[in-house]
């Protein structure tokens, strides 16, 4: 071949973008948080919710476990490391049956809504107790059985119910909530409004978006 005495030119191999291998190019980081958990969750929907959960666990675990007022609880009178579930000796355990745990938990969730402010007393009227005992707990077990009725179905099924919202590629794994954020990885384009549509049909509370981007957008999200 003839030559002018320069070099034949190459094409470029074609790399990925930096911090990331193919396909993972259109990857981002998102985070919901529930709006004024406490106060905005529905006190019958969240003793509901216990009910369920308590169903639930006694289906695994069995017939053998229920009592005449649901599963039992011991409690052991020195150690936390061996609270168990069934009947303990009475000497080491308390032994608590769910109906008791219930009966406390209408109660804390009714009528143990007052605190103080200065020198007035005030009744919170919505939701569970801000700062409650129980309340952490409460909320995380309405939430719990919000997203089990929605990603515990079928998986053709529970496609479906996305695509009402966003195309299912844009949720590549299953996002993940701690108390009231909600963190995930997105795909594609970046319709965090549909999002926020979309978990607070899940979720059955209203959100607002803490932010989104290719680094995490807040500490929780980093945990």
Known sequence: QKSNGELPKRTPKKTPPRGGRRGEEDLWLWELD????????DRVGTLEALKEMHDAI???????????????????RQHKNLDRLGQGDRNQFWNISFAE?????EWDVKYNSLFVVGNRV????RGVAIGGPLS????STYCIMQEA??????EREVERSIKRFLPTQTLPVRPFRFRDNVVGVGRGKRD??????LFETIIGLPLQQEGHG?????LEAVL
């Not at 952490?136 to 909320?139: D, G, P, S, T």
């Open 34 to 41: 529930i709006k004024e958990f406490f106060p905005n969750l």
């Open 58 to 76: 006694a289906t695994r675990r069995g017939k053998r476990l229920l009592g005449l007022d649901g599963l039992t609880f011991a409690i052991h």
């Open 101 to 105: 745990v219930f009966n406390y938990v």
């Open 122 to 125: 005030w009744d919170q009227i």
């Open 136 to 139: 952490a707990q409460l909320a």
């Open 149 to 154: 009725k929605f990603f515990d179905r079928p």
């Open 192 to 197: 965090v409004d549909q999002l926020q549509k």
């Open 214 to 218: 290719t680094e995490p957008p807040t």
